[in-house]
């Protein structure tokens, strides 16, 4: 907590005497500043922030859904609700961007998503998340916060009707998820519910003491998203930075930032922001092993989005245009991964009678060998981009095809095998 990366966590941060964040706050702004005085400044930035450009820019990027936070840790709210925050009742947007970015987004197609911060609203507590205790405290609120939480979701549901439900961290033990859960469903059928909605009810301090133990012990094994481990209903689970992915039967989207942040940090290098390459292999990756990509894209005050996170997005989707039959509307084969002989990683999607054998390579050799992979007599094999039927040849397990000369070069290569 001391040195979180997550620029989103500034305020957390900067309660924590001595921390970097704390230091950079009081020597920017000063000892006294507030870090509640900030909305002023951000609201008169973002008034030349544009939906319609963001839209455009997520579609050319590939994205079929976008999923918007609506109100982070910090208690902010991105819409003029019509339930104000009890402890500080103008800390909302006069300006409903949440609505604005809905609108712009189904406008292009995409399907529409709220993230909302269920359970930490820093403007109710006045002490920092400094260790699991604290993260325990933060969940024990009030009646008057779970009824202010569970208001706004209400809202956010009946006015935006989302397409994705997605909560952060857990919810107020005080409510009735499975009463929230049907009402979304009765007004958005089509709707999903991530994995992060846990309530902790704790009554004493030995009942707090187990809770702590367990959570620590979590996320020793797992990382932040050991913390997150879903208890009971959820559509899709929700791991966070992970490095490892691993075929899970049931739906699961992996979500981070572009580089260590959600938010957007001034200072980040851009050296640790995701090259278009590592994107495209994340999301092959997780599209073979039955998950999705939710890569957070972290705006300037004003709205603009830095060309360190612009660029290698607008390659994505450059390459999504010829490869996202092999990503788009996919499930799992039976086998996942694979190599070439000259040890290329491969990844399989399949679509129906389709199989698509990616190869996370930017060079193919005039012939390229896939080891332990047999398809029927009868298939063809083309090259996503490129025209025309490949010749093929079965070498007992491994299967080779022949690469034309002059092909379109790409990050990636989609084999498509039609049986």
Same mark, same amino acid.
């Given at each position: $907590?001391?040195?979180?990366?997550?620029?989103?966590?500034?305020?957390?941060?900067?309660?924590?005497?001595?921390?970097?964040? +704390?230091?950079?706050? =009081?020597?920017?702004?000063?000892?006294?500043?507030?870090?509640?005085?900030?909305?002023?400044?951000?609201?008169?930035?973002?008034?030349? $922030?544009?939906?319609?450009?963001?839209?455009?820019?997520?579609?050319?990027?590939?994205?079929?859904?976008?999923?918007?936070?609506?109100?982070?840790?910090?208690?902010? *709210?991105?819409?003029?609700?019509?339930?104000?925050?009890?402890? $500080?009742?103008?800390?909302?947007?006069?300006?409903?961007?949440?609505?604005?970015?809905?609108?712009?987004?189904?406008?292009?197609?995409?399907?529409?998503?709220?993230?909302?911060?269920?359970?930490?609203?820093?403007?109710?507590?006045?002490?920092?998340? @400094?260790?699991?205790?604290?993260?325990?405290?933060?969940?024990?609120?009030?009646?008057?916060?779970?009824?202010?939480?569970?208001?706004?979701?209400?809202?956010? %549901?009946?006015?935006?009707?989302?397409?994705?439900?997605?909560?952060?961290?857990?919810?107020?033990?005080? *409510?009735?998820?499975?009463?929230?859960?049907?009402?979304?469903? +009765?007004?958005?059928?089509?709707?999903?519910?991530?994995?992060?909605?846990?309530?902790?009810?704790?009554?004493?301090?030995?009942?707090?003491?187990?809770?702590?133990? =367990?959570?620590?012990?979590? #996320?020793?094994?797992?990382?932040?998203?050991?913390?997150?481990?879903?208890?009971?209903? *959820?559509?899709? /689970?929700?791991?966070?930075?992970?490095?490892?992915?691993?075929?899970?039967?049931?739906?699961?989207?992996?979500?981070?930032?572009?580089? $260590?942040?959600?938010?957007?940090?001034?200072?980040?290098?851009?050296?640790?922001?995701?090259?278009?390459?590592?994107?495209?292999?994340?999301?092959?990756?997780?599209?073979?092993? +039955?998950?999705?990509?939710?890569?957070?894209?972290?705006?300037?005050?004003?709205?603009? %989005?830095?060309?360190?996170?612009?660029?290698?997005?607008?390659?994505?989707?450059?390459?999504?245009?010829?490869?996202?039959?092999?990503?788009?509307?996919?499930?799992?084969?039976?086998?996942?991964?694979?190599?070439?002989?000259?040890?290329?990683?491969?990844?399989?999607?399949?679509?129906?009678?389709?199989?698509?054998?990616? %190869?996370? @390579?930017?060079? #193919?050799?005039?012939?390229?060998?896939?080891?332990?992979?047999?398809?029927?007599?009868?298939? /063809?094999?083309?090259?996503?981009?490129?025209?025309?039927?490949?010749?093929?040849?079965?070498?007992?397990?491994?299967?080779?095809?022949?690469?034309?000369? +002059?092909?379109?070069?790409?990050?990636?290569?989609?084999?498509? %095998?039609? *049986?």
């Amino acid at each position: $907590m001391r040195n979180s990366p997550y620029a989103e966590w500034y305020l957390n941060t900067s309660r924590i005497e001595g921390t970097p964040t +704390n230091l950079h706050h =009081k020597e920017v702004y000063g000892e006294n500043y507030n870090y509640f005085d900030f909305q002023g400044k951000f609201e008169e930035a973002n008034k030349t $922030m544009s939906a319609d450009e963001w839209a455009d820019f997520f579609k050319e990027a590939g994205a079929k859904y976008v999923v918007l936070v609506t109100k982070h840790h910090d208690g902010y *709210c991105l819409w003029p609700s019509e339930y104000k925050n009890p402890k $500080m009742p103008e800390y909302q947007s006069k300006r409903d961007l949440v609505g604005e970015i809905t609108d712009a987004v189904r406008a292009r197609g995409m399907k529409m998503g709220l993230y909302y911060s269920g359970i930490f609203d820093w403007t109710f507590k006045d002490y920092p998340i @400094d260790g699991m205790e604290n993260w325990v405290n933060h969940h024990v609120v009030t009646d008057e916060y779970a009824e202010y939480s569970w208001n706004q979701t209400e809202e956010l %549901i009946h006015k935006y009707k989302p397409s994705i439900l997605w909560n952060d961290i857990g919810f107020p033990a005080q *409510c009735d998820l499975n009463e929230l859960y049907a009402d979304y469903y +009765n007004t958005v059928p089509e709707g999903v519910i991530n994995d992060r909605w846990r309530q902790y009810s704790v009554h004493s301090d030995e009942e707090k003491k187990r809770l702590v133990e =367990k959570l620590n012990k979590q #996320l020793a094994e797992g990382g932040i998203s050991g913390i997150l481990v879903p208890e009971g209903f *959820c559509d899709y /689970t929700s791991p966070e930075y992970a490095n490892e992915m691993k075929l899970q039967k049931k739906k699961w989207e992996l979500t981070r930032g572009m580089g $260590m942040s959600f938010g957007y940090n001034q200072n980040e290098d851009p050296k640790y922001m995701l090259k278009a390459k590592e994107i495209i292999y994340m999301l092959v990756d997780a599209v073979s092993k +039955n998950g999705n990509l939710l890569l957070n894209v972290g705006p300037r005050a004003d709205g603009s %989005i830095q060309e360190e996170q612009k660029k290698p997005l607008l390659e994505t989707g450059k390459w999504l245009k010829i490869n996202g039959e092999a990503i788009y509307e996919t499930t799992y084969w039976e086998k996942q991964e694979a190599e070439t002989e000259k040890g290329q990683q491969v990844r399989f999607t399949k679509k129906g009678n389709q199989l698509y054998a990616v %190869i996370l @390579d930017e060079e #193919l050799d005039a012939s390229v060998v896939i080891k332990d992979l047999e398809i029927p007599s009868g298939a /063809t094999v083309t090259l996503l981009g490129e025209a025309g039927e490949l010749s093929w040849e079965q070498k007992g397990e491994n299967l080779s095809v022949k690469i034309p000369e +002059n092909i379109q070069k790409q990050y990636a290569y989609t084999l498509k %095998i039609s *049986c």
